[in-house]
């Protein structure tokens, strides 16, 4: 069980400033950390900041991410779609040093109508130089796999293999993982040790420390549905306890939590922040009384040496 906390937070709207307006959101659910947009998800626009909402951002003891647009694709074979979500992401990273993030999270993409292969090849040619460019203080890109609808490069964390591989596994790359996302593309978190294989499976595909955020989202769908449809925390097919063993596996040690769950006001998401700081507490109690066990037991271990030496010495 890994004993480095996770900090738990959430998506956070921006109305009022990227700064004042997020944070004082992350304030009303009790937010550990938060994501933000930097620019309108659904579009190409790119905004400008405003010094003193990063100032804010910067100046917060909450770890920040940003999420890029909804539309980015690496691997479209429009090379009108390619370089806008190239400059989209660009400005991201960019947007997000201002702000001290550490990761931009980014859809992993779709190959559409062309080959695989192709689409792959694409990606080390266009977006490895993006990383080559980074600044040693720029966030790193986390790419997150998708439900595995259509032509999706990459959904089951296996998927991330090749992917890694075109990126020349650089140091700049790292995963955040979608349990919505993990749970529709097949990998059932609910089934006995599903937690534990789904991110073995993700260390051995891309190495030790790779993880670095998770969308923590139960699913309204059922495994291998390959439907992203996010329901709040315990209320979907993904249940409670799954998230529980998420934060106990060594792989999430320290790595946080961010909630995009349903809800138009606070209330909903202070609830699932709630429910997940409850069950990071419980698996605290565990590790301590773990801990406690294995105390006692060398504890008396001792003792029993220590006595059967005093017999030895007495004989």
């Avoid at 349903?262 to 990071?280: F, M």
Wanted: contains cysteine.
């Amino acid at each position: 069980m890994s004993t480095q906390t996770s900090p738990i937070g959430a998506h956070v709207p921006v109305a009022g400033g990227l700064g004042t307006g997020g944070l004082k959101y992350a304030a009303e659910i009790g937010a550990e950390a938060v994501q933000v947009f930097v620019s309108n998800p659904r579009g190409w626009a790119l905004t400008a900041g405003k010094p003193a909402e990063d100032a804010l951002l910067r100046a917060s003891e909450l770890p920040v991410y940003v999420h890029a647009s909804y539309l980015v694709n690496f691997g479209s074979p429009n090379a009108d779609t390619l370089e806008k979500s190239l400059e989209s992401v660009a400005h991201a990273l960019e947007r997000g040093t201002a702000i001290g993030a550490r990761g931009v999270v980014v859809h992993t993409g779709s190959a559409v109508s062309q080959p695989v292969e192709a689409a792959m090849a694409q990606i080390r040619a266009r977006v490895l130089p993006l990383l080559e460019a980074l600044p040693e203080d720029a966030p790193s890109l986390l790419l997150e796999p998708m439900a595995g609808q259509g032509a999706m490069l990459c959904a089951t964390v296996d998927q991330l293999g090749p992917y890694f591989a075109a990126l020349d596994h650089h140091p700049k790359l790292g995963v955040c993982l979608d349990t919505c996302h993990a749970f529709a593309a097949g990998h059932d978190l609910t089934a006995d040790q599903g937690v534990k294989l789904t991110l073995d499976a993700l260390v051995a595909t891309v190495g030790e420390g790779r993880l670095r955020l998770v969308h923590a989202n139960d699913s309204k769908d059922v495994c291998g549905s390959r439907k992203d449809r996010h329901e709040n925390i315990g209320r979907g097919h993904i249940g409670e306890r799954p998230f529980a063993e998420l934060m106990a596996h060594p792989a999430a040690a320290g790595v946080p939590l961010i909630i995009e769950t349903p809800g138009r006001s606070a209330e909903p998401h202070k609830t699932d922040i709630d429910t997940l700081k409850r069950l990071r507490a419980a698996n605290a109690e565990k590790a301590k009384d773990a801990e406690d066990e294995a105390f006692e037991g060398e504890e008396s271990e001792k003792a029993g040496d220590e006595d059967r030496e005093a017999r030895s010495s007495g004989d």
